[in-house]
C-alpha cells in the first residue's frame, strides 16, 4: 500500500475511533443525551468497546485471507488501544455515574455483582496490553514473550462479551450479533492452525511419495 | 344474623349525569376536530383511514379530569416527549426507543377486557363502558423502573377497586391477574426475546384494592399513547414498573398466586411482589439510588425511597412480611 494511502487511512480510522466519543461530548454539550444520560454514556462507551476489540480481532484472520492484505496490521495497535480508551471511560462512567466514588460501594459490587466482576477483569485484562503496547515494550519483552502476553485479548474479549449478556435481562437477546461475530473470529484461529497442519502433511506425504 | 352490605357506590362517588353526556361530547367534539384536519392534511381519499376506528385518531384526545387528593406533589414532571419516548414495552421492541416507533399498529378500538376467574359471573367489559364508569382523576405518581431509573408521571384513571367492584371477585379471590394484548403480527418484536407472551402480571387482592393503584387511560390530560400502554393499563406506583401491567385484555381473579412474566424468567432477581425497596438489591444493581430520567448526568442520581416513597398509604399491606424473602 501506498504511503499516502495509508496517512489517509489512519486519519480515517483515527476519526470513526473517536466518532463515539466525540458524540457524546456533543451531546453533554447540548445537553442532548437522551432521556437517561448516564445510561447513554454506559451504553456507548461499552459498545465502542466491544466493537472496536472485536475488529482489533479481525485483523489477523483477515490478513490470511491473502498477503496483499499484510498491511492491515499497522492499524491493530491503535484499535487495540482505542479498545482500552472506551473500556477506561467506561469504567470511569462506572465509578463516577453509579458508584459516586464510593470504594466501599465499588468493593461490594464487584464481590457481589458478577457482571461487575467480569467486567472489571476485562478492563484488567486489557492493562498490560496497553501498557506493553509501545515498541520499546515489544523490544525489551522480545516477540515471544510479546506474544504470549497479548494472547490475553482473547480473555479480555470473552469476559466482555459475558459482561454484557450477564447486563442485560434474561430472555433479552441483544448481545448475540456480537457473540456471533466475536465467536467466528476467535475460532477462525484454531481453524486456521489445523488447516495450516493438513496442508503441511499433505505436502510432507507428497514428497516421500516422489521420493 | 343480618350483614348490612354497605352500597357498592356511595352517592358523592357518582358523577352526575350531565358531567357524563359532557365528557362525551367533548370527547366525540374532539375525536371529529383532529379527524377533520387530518382529512384536510391528507385530501379526502384518505379519510377513510383516519375515520376508521384507528390509534392515530385517538391519540392526542384530550380527557376530562377531576383532581385527586391521592396525587403526588411536590416533584417536577418529567417531560412529556421523555415519558413517551423512553419506554419499555418489549413486545414492540427491547430498545427504549422502539415502542414508540412501533406501536402505532396496536389496535386500541374496538377493544373488551375480559373478567373471569373466580368471579360471580365471566363477564367483557368495553373500553368506552370502562372510560364512563368513575370520574377520571388526575394522579401524578413516581415511577421506578427495577433498572434503577425514575420518572414522575401525571396519570389519568380511577382506582382499581372501582373496577374490581364490578367484576363482583367471590371470597376465595386471594389473586388478580393482568394479561396484556399479544397479536404476533402487531407485536412481532416479541420474538426477538426468549420471552414467552402474552406478558402477565399479579397483585394480592388487596394490593389490587389499594386506592393507589390506578386502572389508567391516559396520561398529560389525553388518551394513553400506544406505547405507554393503550387504551388501558394499571399503574402501581410503590413496585417496579414492570408490575403495571400495559395494554391490558384479560383480568383473573385467582385462588394461588399467578405465574408473571418476570418472575417466571428469573425468580431470583424478579419477585412477585417486586416493591420498591432499596434495601433489597436486585442480584445485578443496587436499588439503593435512582437516576431522574430527563436530567443532565451529574444530576440523575437520587436516593431511592422504600415503598417509593408510598409507605403512609401502603406499608400495612406488608405488616409481618420479611420483605427480604418476599421481595
Known amino acids: 500500500m501506498k504511503r499516502s494511502n495509508l496517512i489517509l487511512l489512519k486519519i480515517l480510522t483515527w476519526l470513526a475511533c473517536l466518532w463515539p466519543l466525540g458524540r457524546l461530548l456533543w451531546g453533554a454539550a447540548t445537553n442532548d443525551l437522551g432521556a437517561d444520560p448516564t445510561a447513554t454514556i454506559t451504553f456507548a462507551t461499552g459498545l465502542a468497546t466491544l466493537r472496536l476489540l472485536t475488529i482489533s480481532l479481525a485483523i489477523t484472520p483477515v490478513r490470511r485471507l491473502s498477503p496483499r492484505l499484510n498491511w492491515l496490521i499497522k492499524f491493530r495497535r491503535l484499535l487495540g488501544l482505542f479498545a482500552f480508551f472506551y473500556a477506561s471511560l467506561h469504567l470511569l462512567t462506572y465509578i463516577a455515574l453509579y458508584a459516586g466514588f464510593d470504594v466501599n460501594a465499588m468493593a461490594n459490587d464487584i464481590a457481589k455483582r458478577r457482571f461487575i466482576t467480569v467486567g472489571v477483569a476485562a478492563w484488567l485484562l486489557l492493562l498490560p496490553l496497553a501498557a506493553t503496547s509501545t515498541n520499546f515494550a515489544i523490544r525489551k519483552l522480545g516477540g515471544k514473550r510479546w506474544n504470549r502476553l497479548h494472547k490475553l485479548v482473547y480473555a479480555a474479549a470473552v469476559c466482555g462479551v459475558i459482561h454484557y449478556w450477564w447486563q442485560v435481562k434474561p430472555g433479552v437477546l441483544t448481545p448475540l450479533t456480537i457473540t456471533v461475530i466475536l465467536g467466528v473470529l476467535l475460532l477462525a484461529r484454531p481453524a486456521w492452525t489445523l488447516q495450516q497442519k493438513w496442508l503441511r502433511n499433505r505436502k510432507a506425504a507428497a514428497v516421500r511419495a516422489r521420493g | 344474623m343480618l350483614i348490612v352490605k354497605p352500597p357498592d357506590i356511595s352517592s358523592s362517588a357518582i358523577t352526575p349525569k350531565d358531567q357524563y353526556l359532557n365528557r362525551r361530547r367533548f370527547l366525540r367534539g374532539a375525536v371529529s376536530g383532529v379527524v377533520a384536519a387530518g382529512a384536510a392534511a391528507l385530501g379526502a381519499e384518505r379519510l377513510a383511514e383516519v375515520v376508521s376506528p384507528s390509534t392515530r385518531a385517538l391519540a392526542g384526545t384530550r380527557l376530562e379530569t377531576v383532581k385527586s387528593p391521592l396525587t403526588t406533589t411536590g416533584e417536577e414532571l418529567t417531560s412529556l416527549k421523555d415519558v413517551t419516548t423512553y419506554n419499555n414495552f418489549y413486545e414492540f421492541g427491547v430498545d427504549k426507543g422502539q415502542p414508540s416507533m412501533n406501536a402505532g399498529g396496536l389496535p386500541t378500538r374496538p377493544w373488551t377486557v375480559r373478567v373471569d376467574g373466580k368471579v360471580k359471573n365471566p363477564k367483557t367489559f368495553d373500553i368506552e363502558a370502562l372510560l364512563r364508569l368513575r370520574p377520571l382523576e388526575d394522579r401524578v405518581y413516581r415511577h421506578r423502573c427495577v433498572e434503577a431509573w425514575s420518572m414522575v408521571i401525571p396519570w389519568i384513571g380511577y382506582s382499581l377497586s372501582e373496577f374490581i367492584q364490578q367484576c363482583e371477585p367471590l371470597s376465595t379471590a386471594k389473586y388478580v391477574q393482568f394479561l396484556s394484548y399479544y397479536d404476533k403480527k402487531v407485536e412481532k418484536w416479541g420474538s426477538e426475546t426468549s420471552i414467552s407472551w402474552p406478558y402477565s402480571e399479579g397483585l394480592r387482592m388487596d394490593e389490587a384494592l389499594n386506592p393507589l393503584t390506578l386502572l389508567t387511560f391516559g396520561l398529560y390530560g389525553e388518551v394513553l399513547p400506544n406505547q405507554n400502554g ?44 417486586s416493591n420498591v425497596n432499596p434495601n433489597v438489591d436486585h442480584p445485578r444493581w443496587s436499588q439503593k439510588t435512582e437516576r431522574r430520567i430527563g436530567l443532565p448526568f451529574y444530576a440523575q442520581r437520587r436516593t431511592t425511597l422504600l415503598f417509593n416513597g408510598y409507605g403512609d398509604q401502603v406499608a400495612s399491606l406488608y405488616n409481618g412480611m420479611d420483605l427480604r424473602k418476599y421481595f
Request: glycine share 6%; proline share 11%.
Open chain 2, 230 to 273: 393503550a387504551p388501558l393499563r394499571i399503574v402501581v406506583p410503590w413496585k417496579y414498573g414492570f408490575k403495571s401491567a400495559k395494554s391490558i385484555v384479560g383480568v383473573r381473579f385467582q385462588d394461588r398466586m399467578p405465574p408473571t412474566t418476570w418472575n417466571d424468567q428469573a425468580p431470583s432477581e424478579y419477585g412477585f411482589y
